[in-house]
């Protein structure tokens, strides 16, 4: 019997009916990504609140997550009330795009998404899991500029993308005044090539772009040390 939800140390993600399960590209976002301590986060496309809830037990910001998909805002809206932190996270059923042009007067420390990153792909006959994956409903534009009318003046942009994808963001989001400060690559074993990258923007052009590597398993499949360090404060065990 499938179970319905996921138990992290701290808190319970649901996520039986959510667009996409609790998955490791969502960790290491939240965990890797550099956050304010308090101030205000926004997460686009929260599907199970995963990202919102690391990022919660790491800070004292306030959080809002949105999404388009109404059974994963439903289970986002339970994990966040039951957490220890329901004071300070809130789930909204909301485009990205409609959030900017109802003329919200909030700004935002950072902004950070799991995105749908598949273009002109094969898709599944599964809507949900296409409705996760491919960008029908969020261009990168869109994105970028729903960005640009949220994001406070000292504000960064944190997303993972699939490496192909992300040299397309990198070069779009120069349109729209976000500049690269940081990458992260996400190797999934330590003779891989990397095959996510996390990307960090700010709003000033960066004299000098930070570079790191993270791998996920040792060659044996084994997790690595450097993942179990990152994630011991999350995961109950990992196996």
């Not at 996409?20 to 686009?44: H, N, R, Y």
């Not at 942009?157 to 729209?176: C, D, Q, T």
Request: contains cysteine.
């Amino acid at each position: 019997m499938a179970v319905d939800y996921f138990q992290f140390k701290q808190f319970i993600v649901h996520h039986a009916y959510s667009t996409m399960k609790v998955g490791t590209d969502a960790v290491l976002l939240a965990t890797l990504s550099d956050i304010p301590e308090t101030g205000k986060i926004l997460e686009v496309g929260t599907g199970t609140g995963v990202i919102s809830l690391i990022l919660a037990q790491r800070s004292k910001t306030q959080i809002t997550a949105i999404d388009i998909h109404q059974a994963s805002v439903w289970e986002a809206r339970a994990s966040f009330k039951e957490s220890p932190w329901s004071d300070r996270l809130k789930a909204l059923m909301i485009s990205f795009q409609l959030y900017a042009a109802q003329g919200n007067p909030v700004r935002y420390d950072l902004i950070i998404s799991n995105p749908p990153f598949f273009e002109n792909d094969l898709k599944s006959p599964d809507e949900n899991r296409n409705l996760a994956r491919h960008n029908d409903n969020l261009s990168y534009r869109d994105f970028l500029l729903a960005s640009r009318y949220f994001i406070s003046e000292s504000g960064k942009l944190f997303l993972i993308l699939p490496v192909s994808e992300a040299k397309i963001f990198i070069e779009e989001a120069k349109n729209y005044g976000f500049y690269l400060q940081k990458i992260i690559e996400i190797k999934p074993k330590p003779e891989k090539e990397a095959n996510r990258l996390i990307l960090s923007f700010g709003n000033q052009v960066s004299t000098e772009i930070q570079n790191e590597s993270i791998c996920i398993r040792n060659n044996d499949n084994s997790y690595s040390e450097t993942y179990k360090k990152l994630t011991e404060d999350f995961y109950v065990s990992l196996k």
